[in-house]
């Protein structure tokens, strides 16, 4: 059952929204609300009491609401931290009748709103309202804790980018779950992009009482969301100005003084929003102690918590980067739904089709099985649900141990070649090309222009609080003029080609490209599905980075793709022409005098099917990101056979 109360929704360029997103734009002015008798809140202190539905159409039916207020660790922040939590108990129960709670700590849960002002009455946040209704959690018996993240809602401090301040959080708030007297000690995190990383973060640091966790499309480390191996993009200043708003947003009228005086914070130290912004901005290495700090994949070595995640392969927003290597890291427990989708939640409809936006049904029976679990000790009744269960690009559900499985892996030869490292030839001046090259002629500049893989763009969808963002190989126009084969003769870029494929051929994991190179300058490889017969090529990987003096070796996403019988993979390599990068050419040459991709492969023949029906960003993504194949020339090197 949803809430009575509806509120406006804005977005913010944050993990939930696009960072290209002005931030601006991000905290419009309040949308007034009447507030009503019932709804508002005591004059001061927490709500002792605890309010219901029939008191405030903003608390979820079945629950009773109140707020508490806990201290935490400063870690860095220029005062003491007191962290704010929404309490939602099932209604009726005594104050110290235990139940096992399901916690989320983020940035999303401020009263009047969750990346921009939706209201001026104050009720607790609905983020997870659907969790709450649709897993019939207050039915059930859990108890519901919405904490803040430090210099977000009420909670006092500086916000900083999941660094040793919000680490600190995730362990308290855990802590001081598990002790409450309403509390049995079991603790099981949730959570959807942000508040999916806080949940990461609670796996990796393995606090008292912390006994699952379910991560929707989280990051799987922080630097990659700002930074390519040393490649801005558009989020490295975009994310924290988003993150420095949503934390300045206040409280609702109806709030208590003490919440509207902690939401104040950042007005009272604006140099916390100046420091989120610097730190961000000025470490641009992965080796920086800033981004070690903040790499939950290296620290989930040797973690144990049971742990349910989603993750769409094809995400323009948080992507599938170093994925692989947290849940190899992970030794815990493990399951999944892994497939070709945006940022969705596991429950999500779709508003354009009505159907299941990740095309499997029973997600949140799966949660609550998953809590019951691990929080209650109450085994299912009908049987285990699949470890992973992964929809592939042809629309179909498997189930299987583990993500990757991979039969072969193995390093095959790419072409040397060479590349003008001139970046988008729309955002420089057209520069003389001579001996040395130093840069793009006019004639050359014009040329790549034309025949060019159009560069990625990025629709977002307006009104969703969690941002579900299409990305495109430029327009319907410009992808049904664009050859690929043509693209890799131009002065920008090369490929190579492989032979067909013999059978059909999942590939999956983590690619790794290693390069050889001489030139200074920047590098983007992308990957292509080539098929013979519709004279076709769609985009399924990519990632740019920094060449260091002798070349680079860097991973691209995560990935799981079948080529057809018959299809070709090729390779580009050549200069950044756009998408959401801030390319820095150099407007040199590159040569590429050795390269190299490693590829693992899974054979198809022992799949075993499972429910589930085509999400409907499958479609999309292949007709966004398609164009045509042009000739196909002979191929060089061979796919590894699974």
């Known amino acids: 059952m949803k809430r009575a109360l509806v509120r406006t929704s804005v977005v913010a360029a944050a993990l939930g929204a696009s960072a290209l997103t002005s931030p601006t734009s991000a905290a419009p002015p309040a949308t007034a609300v009447a507030a009503t008798p019932a709804a508002a809140a005591p004059a001061a202190g927490p709500l002792a009491d605890g309010v219901t539905h029939d008191e405030n159409p903003g608390v979820p039916v079945g629950a009773s609401w109140t707020e508490h207020y806990f201290a935490a660790p400063q870690a860095g922040s220029p005062t003491k931290v007191t962290l704010h939590a929404d309490v939602l108990r099932p209604e009726g129960l005594a104050p110290t009748e235990e139940t096992p709670v399901v916690l989320s700590v983020g940035p999303y849960f401020n009263h009047a709103g969750q990346t921009g002002r939706e209201t001026d009455e104050v009720q607790p946040s609905s983020r997870f309202d659907d969790l709450i209704d649709g897993a019939r959690l207050m039915e059930r018996g859990y108890t519901v804790v919405l904490v803040d993240n430090r210099g977000f809602g009420a909670s006092t401090g500086c916000l900083d980018w999941m660094g040793a301040g919000e680490q600190a959080d995730v362990r308290k708030a855990v802590r001081w779950s598990a002790s409450r007297p309403w509390s049995t000690g079991k603790v099981g995190m949730y959570g959807k992009s942000y508040d999916a990383v806080t949940g990461l973060w609670g796996a990796d640091l393995d606090p008292r009482g912390l006994e699952a966790v379910v991560a929707q499309e989280p990051l799987w480390n922080m630097y990659p969301y700002l930074y390519s191996n040393d490649v801005p993009r558009g989020n490295q200043t975009g994310t924290p100005l988003a993150y420095n708003s949503i934390a300045s947003l206040g409280g609702t009228s109806g709030d208590t003084d003490r919440y509207n005086e902690a939401a104040a914070y950042e007005q009272q130290h604006p140099e916390c929003l100046a420091r989120n912004l610097r730190d961000n901005v000025a470490n641009t290495s992965q080796q920086d102690p800033y981004w070690t700090l903040r790499n939950q994949a290296v620290k989930a070595e040797g973690a144990r918590t049971p742990l349910f995640v989603t993750q769409g392969f094809t995400e323009s927003n948080t992507k599938p980067e170093q994925m692989e290597q947290y849940l190899r890291n992970h030794v815990g427990p493990t399951r999944g739904w892994l497939g070709p989708w945006e940022h969705v939640r596991g429950n999500e409809v779709d508003p354009e089709t009505g159907d299941l936006s990740q095309?499997?049904?029973?997600?949140?029976?799966?949660?609550?099985?998953?809590?019951?679990?691990?929080?209650?000790?109450?085994?299912?009744?009908?049987?285990?649900?699949?470890?992973?269960?992964?929809?592939?690009?042809?629309?179909?559900?498997?189930?299987?141990?583990?993500?990757?499985?991979?039969?072969?892996?193995?390093?095959?030869?790419?072409?040397?070649?060479?590349?003008?490292?001139?970046?988008?030839?729309?955002?420089?001046?057209?520069?003389?090309?001579?001996?040395?090259?130093?840069?793009?002629?006019?004639?050359?500049?014009?040329?790549?222009?034309?025949?060019?893989?159009?560069?990625?763009?990025?629709?977002?969808?307006?009104?969703?609080?969690?941002?579900?963002?299409?990305?495109?190989?430029?327009?319907?126009?410009?992808?049904?003029?664009?050859?690929?084969?043509?693209?890799?003769?131009?002065?920008?870029?090369?490929?190579?080609?492989?032979?067909?494929?013999?059978?059909?051929?999942?590939?999956?994991?983590?690619?790794?490209?290693?390069?050889?190179?001489?030139?200074?300058?920047?590098?983007?490889?992308?990957?292509?599905?080539?098929?013979?017969?519709?004279?076709?090529?769609?985009?399924?990987?990519?990632?740019?980075?920094?060449?260091?003096?002798?070349?680079?070796?860097?991973?691209?996403?995560?990935?799981?793709?079948?080529?057809?019988?018959?299809?070709?993979?090729?390779?580009?390599?050549?200069?950044?022409?756009?998408?959401?990068?801030?390319?820095?050419?150099?407007?040199?040459?590159?040569?590429?005098?050795?390269?190299?991709?490693?590829?693992?492969?899974?054979?198809?023949?022992?799949?075993?099917?499972?429910?589930?029906?085509?999400?409907?960003?499958?479609?999309?993504?292949?007709?966004?990101?398609?164009?045509?194949?042009?000739?196909?020339?002979?191929?060089?090197?061979?796919?590894?056979?699974?």
């Open 359 to 642: 095309g499997r049904s029973g997600f949140f029976a799966e949660v609550g099985r998953f809590y019951d679990r691990h929080l209650k000790g109450i085994e299912p009744s009908s049987g285990n649900d699949p470890a992973f269960v992964v929809q592939d690009n042809f629309g179909d559900w498997r189930a299987q141990r583990t993500w990757p499985m991979a039969d072969t892996t193995r390093a095959v030869a790419l072409g040397s070649g060479r590349y003008v490292d001139a970046g988008p030839v729309d955002e420089a001046a057209v520069r003389r090309g001579d001996a040395a090259g130093t840069g793009l002629s006019a004639a050359q500049a014009r040329r790549v222009a034309e025949q060019q893989v159009p560069p990625t763009t990025v629709e977002r969808r307006d009104g969703d609080v969690d941002q579900q963002v299409r990305s495109s190989l430029g327009t319907a126009a410009e992808r049904a003029d664009a050859e690929l084969s043509a693209a890799g003769l131009l002065p920008t870029s090369y490929q190579t080609w492989s032979r067909p494929v013999r059978q059909e051929t999942r590939v999956t994991g983590t690619p790794r490209v290693t390069l050889k190179t001489r030139g200074e300058g920047q590098v983007y490889v992308s990957m292509w599905d080539v098929d013979p017969e519709s004279q076709t090529a769609t985009l399924i990987n990519e990632n740019v980075a920094e060449l260091r003096t002798t070349g680079r070796t860097f991973d691209l996403k995560g990935m799981d793709w079948t080529l057809a019988k018959g299809h070709s993979m090729a390779i580009g390599i050549g200069t950044i022409t756009g998408g959401s990068w801030r390319a820095l050419p150099s407007g040199r040459v590159v040569t590429v005098k050795d390269a190299a991709v490693r590829l693992s492969t899974q054979s198809t023949a022992d799949d075993r099917p499972t429910q589930g029906a085509e999400s409907p960003w499958l479609s999309r993504y292949i007709e966004d990101n398609t164009i045509g194949s042009g000739e196909v020339p002979t191929g060089t090197f061979r796919v590894p056979t699974p």
